[in-house]
């Protein structure tokens, strides 16, 4: 489970992060939208102990990420918008330290390797270095990390950037799974229909601030038009009017 | 449509470079303070050496001309070959490696611009560091001979096609490189042919052995060291025509035939390369972008002699896969040859010492090499601390997040990139200063005494590094830029700080010691109270260096996050 209460975010004067606070309960899959520079990013940074929000409390699954990082640590994943990784590692070196800072055995870390390797279909790539990985295998590749170690939630920025048509549905099937034994699942995206697909329930940041959330029919309803497309609700709710503007200028 | 000169698309770089100049940043005021007044000290040294040295050569009328022009050959031909080494590497990033090159590639620029604006850009970043270097010295030379304004004006034009020509030619052997071999491959052979280069260019000049000149009974070999010393300058290289256009300035004589010989050189070298490029870059550009299955070595053996050690798994791990990522980058490991060609030179120095000339003043004088030694030995360790141990975190790079989210803590992990620094640098430098001392036979209580000294040096000045890299990250940057920047420099002038205090705090006590050796009688103040003292403070002084350092760097690492 995450719960984040209060959260606020400064760099300076800016506030990227202003008092959100939401809750992700095992086994559901929560969707975290908003336009570009709305805050998403720092939130879910923050839940991965990247970045000290300013005020607030981070609790994952029971443990506060303030007082104690590494068992909060310890029971999350996290998978980033970008799949940075050591580029002179191969797959299975890199998935071997990984696991390792996770406390992993060596015995059982070796099989845990293979099945996700397998899971995510990079089996044959397991000896090969990063550095000649496409952008959408290191996506995949950091997802395997992200689940080496059985997390009981998972924090996603953007998942389906990179990844082939085959890729986005195995990782959707592999999301959906785990949503199915109990993990709890933050997951930013700007595709909604993704969200629309995968979510149980949607929170939508302007601003730095939550400016509705529900279940994908509960924010149908909030965009109070008569489309009931989640990309239609979503432009009115975030001021979707600028795309007028595109057409007229083109 | 209007199509812009050529000099439009070095636009970006201009523009970047006023923005970072205009946007202030905290730090900016102290970073050009020691890096203005780093450069400032070195161009005045570099001015006043060639002023004092060139002035010297006066006394000795035609071989002082002589000399001064054999010294400009030498100088240029140096400059030469650092001039074709930087245009290969750079212009390997520049034509085919860059970023921005998706951008340029892909707009309706015609090849020659593009050729042009990449050429020029090649030429100012390989060779903005010879101008700066050359500038003083010729400045001290043109003083000393009183040389007229037009030798100053004749220096520009002599170095600006004396820097196109070996500009040319190594991005001349990029392009041929490329084409045979993908730009990613090239530049793992080019860095290891470079570095291979140096170590020789090294063992070579020491081979030639200078100090020959110090022995009177040599002085009949005075013309065959001559001989050896003019044997590369040919009239046929681009060193040779600069060298003598300058040396004519001097005089207020003008060189044309020379100065024609490299204006039309370099250009005619521009015109070719140009018509080459037009033809053979798009494809060498094509092959760079192939991204086929990495070579590498597997290192199987990494693993299993980690597991020897008796170190936390977390540790483990941390180990192997900072030692794996170091062994598979060329860039990285192959900066060892041209450090193992120093360290056979620096061995090599000590056993060819002739400390017997001085037959009644030989015991005290090895043991004062000793501490010379133990100064040498400091500042290996301050170099291969500043090019390895510095850089270790931010070569975690954009990489960084996993760790940051993984449950172990920044004190842990900085603890491990300093046990990975410290084992090797602490071996190393160990080695050389007893191998050194063995070679000069020092006193036994000197040995132990510098042996502490360098096993203390190696404690506080890997933790320094690991402290101060971990204060001044750049995760983005390249480690060999990394060393050079500003965090890199303090650490390094606070690195020579200490190192002179342990010297002094070791060389006082064993001077006392040995000039009671020497007189056989006891001198006052009482040497053992003393060394004690001074191993108190040595050993107080290591201690605080590395743990505050530590300390230092992992609150650092903790305020990322802010």
């Known amino acids: 489970m995450i719960a984040i209460r209060d959260l606020v975010k400064h760099y300076g004067r800016f506030a990227a992060v202003d008092g959100i606070s939401l809750e992700v309960h095992p086994g559901e899959i929560h969707g975290f939208l908003g336009p570009n520079g709305a805050g998403k990013t720092t939130t879910l940074r923050m839940i991965a102990g990247l970045a000290k929000p300013t005020a607030g409390t981070i609790v994952v699954n029971g443990h506060d990420l303030a007082a104690d990082p590494d068992a909060a640590k310890m029971s999350l994943g996290y998978i980033p918008d970008r799949p940075f990784i050591y580029e002179k590692l191969t797959a299975g070196e890199f998935l071997a330290f990984h696991g390792a800072l996770y406390g992993l055995e060596a015995g059982p870390l070796e099989a845990r390797i293979a099945d996700m390797l397998a899971l995510f279909e990079l089996a044959r790539w397991k000896d090969e270095l990063v550095e000649s990985f496409s952008h959408g295998m290191k996506q995949r590749l950091v997802m395997c990390a992200a689940f080496l170690h059985r997390p009981r939630a998972l924090v996603v920025d953007e998942p389906m950037v990179g990844l082939d048509p085959r890729g986005a549905r195995l990782v959707k099937g592999v999301f959906r799974a785990m949503s199915a034994r109990g993990v709890a699942m933050l997951m930013s995206t700007h595709t909604l229909e993704v969200a629309q697909e995968m979510c149980d329930r949607i929170s939508i940041i302007q601003k730095g601030r939550i400016i509705a959330s529900g279940t994908v029919d509960e924010i149908r309803a909030m965009g109070g038009g008569g489309d009931d497309r989640l990309t239609a609700v979503f432009l009115r709710l975030t001021g979707g009017g600028a795309l007028q503007e595109i057409d007229e200028a083109l | ?562």
């Open chain 2, 1 to 562: 449509m209007t199509v812009r000169p050529f000099p439009h698309l070095l636009l970006p770089d201009l523009l970047g470079a006023r923005n970072r100049a205009r946007r202030g940043e905290r730090g900016d005021l102290r970073r050009a303070l020691l890096f203005g007044g780093i450069g400032l000290t070195v161009g005045l040294a570099l001015y006043e050496g060639s002023y004092w040295v060139t002035g010297h050569l006066l006394d000795y009328a035609e071989l002082g001309d002589y000399l001064l022009r054999l010294g400009l050959s030498w100088l240029f031909l140096t400059f030469l070959s650092f001039l074709a080494f930087s245009g290969i590497v750079t212009a390997l990033s520049t034509f085919f490696l860059a970023d921005d090159l998706r951008l340029l590639m892909a707009a309706p620029i015609a090849a020659r611009r593009l050729f042009h604006a990449r050429f020029a850009r090649t030429l100012l970043q390989a060779s903005w560091m010879v101008v700066i270097f050359l500038a003083p010295v010729l400045a001290g030379i043109g003083r000393a001979r009183c040389a007229p304004a037009a030798f100053y004006g004749a220096a520009l034009l002599t170095i600006v096609p004396f820097s196109m020509i070996p500009v040319a030619a190594g991005t001349a052997a990029t392009l041929l490189l490329v084409n045979t071999c993908p730009a990613r491959r090239a530049r793992d052979i080019l860095v290891l042919m470079g570095l291979l280069f140096a170590a020789s260019l090294v063992i070579l000049l020491r081979m030639i052995r200078p100090e020959q000149l110090l022995r009177v009974e040599s002085l009949p070999d005075l013309t065959s060291f001559f001989a050896s010393l003019q044997s590369p300058i040919t009239p046929l290289l681009p060193s040779f025509w600069a060298g003598e256009t300058l040396f004519a300035a001097l005089a207020g004589r003008p060189d044309w035939v020379h100065a024609a010989a490299l204006w039309s050189t370099a250009l005619a070298a521009i015109v070719v390369l140009s018509a080459a490029s037009a033809r053979w870059h798009f494809a060498g550009y094509s092959r760079s972008q192939d991204a086929p299955r990495a070579r590498f070595t597997r290192l199987a053996a990494v693993a299993p002699l980690a597991r020897l050690l008796p170190i936390a798994p977390v540790r483990r791990q941390l180990l192997i896969k900072d030692l794996k990522i170091f062994l598979r980058d060329v860039s990285q490991w192959s900066q060892l040859l041209l450090l193992l060609a120093l360290v056979l030179l620096y061995l090599y120095n000590f056993s060819v010492l002739d400390l017997q000339r001085i037959p009644y003043m030989s015991g005290f004088l090895k043991n004062l090499y000793a501490l010379v030694n133990l100064g040498l030995a400091g500042l290996v360790m301050a170099t291969l601390c500043v090019r390895f141990v510095f850089p270790a975190v931010s070569a975690e790079g954009a990489a960084f997040w996993i760790i940051r989210t993984s449950p172990i803590g920044l004190g842990d992990f900085l603890w491990s990139k300093f046990w990975t620094g410290f084992a090797p640098v602490f071996a190393l430098t160990e080695a050389l200063t007893l191998a050194a001392n063995r070679f000069l036979g020092v006193d036994p209580v000197l040995e132990a005494a510098t042996s502490l000294a360098v096993a203390l040096l190696s404690v506080a000045l890997v933790g320094l590094a690991t402290g101060m890299g971990a204060r001044y990250p750049r995760f983005g940057g390249d480690p060999g830029q990394v060393a050079g920047s500003y965090g890199g420099v303090a650490f390094m002038i606070q690195a020579v700080l200490l190192v002179i205090v342990m010297m002094a705090l070791t060389g006082w006590p064993a001077s006392v010691y040995l000039l009671r050796q020497i007189r056989r009688a006891a001198a006052p103040p009482p040497v053992w109270p003393l060394a004690a003292l001074c191993a108190a403070a040595a050993i107080a002084l290591s201690l605080w260096v590395w743990l505050a350092s530590m300390r230092s760097g992992v609150r650092a690492l903790e305020r990322l996050a802010d």
